[in-house]
């Protein structure tokens, strides 16, 4: 059979079952795939001996019988998951040689339900970023091209987004902080999705902003997301955040029916300026579930204009406290240091050299906003308006609204090293969909909802009730439907 | 808008424990000026009697018997030092 690495994960399981395929043959043919996809930068260490291993095992496994859905999926992993004794780093200097002596949970939930990792994700450096252009490894590059530019994949799981987009792995892991899965995932036109905070364990994700932070799934299929959401998620007594609930079956709650189920469209995210290209699919987007049986209601979060703000304030400070443990002494870079150096001077050279241009800013906006006489001003206030941006989706909820349908990014791709210039806070703009909903910890998805004029994919984003990722898989599945998106990149690289 | 001059930014590198170079520092004061001046849309809110978000799941921290529950692998610890002698990581003299 040829093509095999461009399956979905659902149809390489039902394949494998049937014994018609085998994970060897899938996983060399993502291997062939990623070796021939130099130009996109995805893949930044590749593990095709590792891979073929597991892939053996888990035919053997199969053979048996009785094997877990993920059991022969070839899969990639974001750099920012610590794999055993493959290169972890985050996308950053500081971490180069880190090889770790421990699994993620999360990843180590794949592996031993059988998916075989084909290797390591180009990410923004520590996931700080929304195009791919802060990574130590250099630009991803979106598969996606209308012309001669390069596009960004977008970021923080940029890497992922390109690699699931171009067919080079099945699906791929990605974390999700302000937008990190749903933005590249809209980007590329593929499935991204963060589920509620606590749902997967951080344990062994090198950490950005702790109370942010989600793992989830990056597929070509919203039912694909379900199968691989579900292999992912579950509760980890090592992530003391992880929430202690039973794992529902998700793709057996994709059932197409979303019949009197009620869909909220927030006024606030119509922002001034935004593109008519994108807000003619937003409301493409509510006519399509409304044709299935959904009721369509205007509500209001009225705090939404807050988010962007309160978020810069609140990640740059956590991650000023997580990424302080880079230090040169225990793992990665240490620079090398001149006669009568101390150790502060150790810490300081290292850190200079480790991190990169984006990591120093926000490290040095969360030291400051944390730094005495001005803790109250900024950081006690973004965390009191963190709590009404909550409110606001707690209001609506209560009110009967069960998912929120929004544009899942303010653009389509735009051209690597375009934004080079422009103010930090430009770029910050990328997230001003997303973002809420890590603030208020709620599961959201990007699903690919149709091509702009220029033939770039657009995605939506539908936002959901803490804990209730199988309802909004099945909304998801719904729009997914209807939107019928089949586009698929032309190979160039 | 929030002005932070070059001696703020000075300390605040200082702080992060980040070297910047004298020359970068003008720089770094307009980067961060911006970004603290975006962050001041917040003042606009009444946040009068909210209380500031201390987890987004409401959820109690769970507990364990205080006890040794891991350990005694001091080699893969020091596995990634880059500097590790005789079962310690190493590092520059702290103590004249």
Redesign the interface.
């Known amino acids: 059979m040829s093509d095999l690495n461009k399956l979905t994960l659902a149809d390489a399981r039902d394949l494998l079952r049937k014994g018609e395929t085998s994970s060897v043959a899938l996983t060399e043919a993502c291997l062939s795939a990623i070796e021939g996809a130099g130009a996109l930068n995805a893949f930044v260490h590749k593990t095709p001996d590792l891979a073929l291993e597991r892939a053996r095992a888990a035919d053997a496994r199969l053979a048996q019988g009785d094997a877990p859905a993920m059991c022969g999926l070839p899969i990639g992993i974001k750099d920012l998951f610590c794999t055993e004794g493959v290169a972890s780093q985050a996308a950053s200097r500081i971490l180069q040689?880190?090889?770790?002596?421990y699994e993620s949970s999360v990843s180590a939930k794949l592996r031993d339900a059988g998916a075989v990792m084909l290797g390591k994700l180009n990410m923004d450096e520590f996931a700080m970023g929304s195009s791919n252009e802060t990574s130590v490894y250099g630009n991803a590059v979106n598969p996606w091209k209308v012309d001669t530019r390069d596009l960004t994949p977008g970021g923080s799981s940029g890497g992922s987004a390109a690699a699931v987009a171009a067919d080079l792995c099945l699906a791929a892991t990605g974390t999700d902080t302000g937008g990190s899965i749903r933005q590249p995932a809209a980007f590329t036109g593929t499935v991204g999705i963060k589920p509620?905070?606590?749902r997967c364990s951080r344990w062994g994700i090198v950490a950005f902003a702790s109370?942010l932070d989600q793992a989830g799934p990056m597929t070509k299929t919203v039912r694909d997301a379900a199968i691989m959401l579900e292999a992912m998620c579950g509760h980890d007594?090592k992530d003391?955040?992880s929430?202690?609930l039973p794992v529902p079956d998700f793709e057996a709650m994709l059932t197409g029916d979303i019949r009197g189920k009620t869909i909220g469209i927030p006024r606030e995210y119509r922002i001034d300026g935004m593109p008519e290209e994108i807000a003619a699919l937003w409301d493409r987007g509510a006519d399509m579930l409304r044709d299935a049986g959904a009721k369509i209601v205007e509500i209001s979060l009225p705090?939404t204009?807050?988010a962007?703000?309160?978020y810069?304030?609140i990640a740059p400070a956590e991650a000023?406290s997580n990424l302080?443990r880079y230090?040169?002494?225990?793992?990665?870079?240490?620079a090398s240091?001149a006669a009568g150096?101390?150790?502060?001077?150790?810490?300081?050279?290292t850190?200079?050299e480790g991190?990169g241009p984006e990591v120093?800013?926000r490290?040095?906006?969360g030291?400051?906003?944390l730094?005495a006489g001005f803790y109250d001003a900024?950081y006690?206030?973004?965390?009191?308006?963190?709590?009404?941006i909550?409110r606001d989706f707690e209001t609506v909820f209560a009110d009967g609204v069960d998912a929120i349908l929004t544009p899942a990014t303010p653009s389509a791709a735009f051209g690597l090293g375009e934004m080079a210039n422009a103010?930090?806070?430009q770029m910050?703009l990328n997230d001003v969909f997303t973002v809420t909903v890590n603030?208020?910890?709620l599961p959201g998805i990007s699903v690919p909802a149709g091509l702009d004029s220029a033939g770039l994919p657009l995605g939506l984003q539908l936002i959901g009730r803490?804990w209730e990722e199988g309802d909004l898989l099945n909304t998801a599945h719904v729009l997914e439907d209807a939107a019928g998106f089949v586009a698929k990149p032309a190979k160039w690289w | 808008m929030s002005e932070?001059d070059h001696e703020t930014?000075r300390k605040?590198?200082k702080?992060?424990?980040?070297?910047?170079p004298e020359s970068d520092l003008p720089g770094?004061a307009n980067?961060?000026s911006?970004?603290?001046t975006?962050?001041?849309?917040?003042?606009?809110?009444d946040?009068e009697g909210?209380?500031?978000?201390?987890?987004?799941?409401p959820?109690r921290?769970?507990r364990?018997k205080d006890g040794v529950t891991d350990g005694d692998?001091q080699d893969?610890?020091l596995?990634?030092?880059?500097?590790a002698r005789e079962g310690f990581?190493a590092?520059?003299?702290?103590v004249e």
């Open positions: 040689g880190f090889r770790p002596e509620t905070y606590g109370s007594p003391s955040t929430a202690d705090h204009k807050y962007l703000p309160a810069y304030v000023s302080a230090d040169g002494v225990r793992y990665g870079h240490r240091l150096d101390g150790i502060t001077e150790m810490y300081e050279k850190r200079a991190f120093q800013r490290v040095m906006i030291t400051y906003v730094s900024y006690n206030r973004a965390r009191k308006v963190r709590t009404l909550k103010d930090p806070v910050y603030l208020a910890g803490p | 932070i930014a605040v590198a702080l992060s424990r980040i070297a910047v770094l980067d961060l911006r970004i603290l975006f962050m001041e849309e917040l003042n606009e809110v946040v909210v209380a500031p978000m201390t987890s987004v799941t959820m921290l769970t364990r692998y893969k610890i596995s990634n030092a880059p500097d990581f590092v520059p003299k702290v």
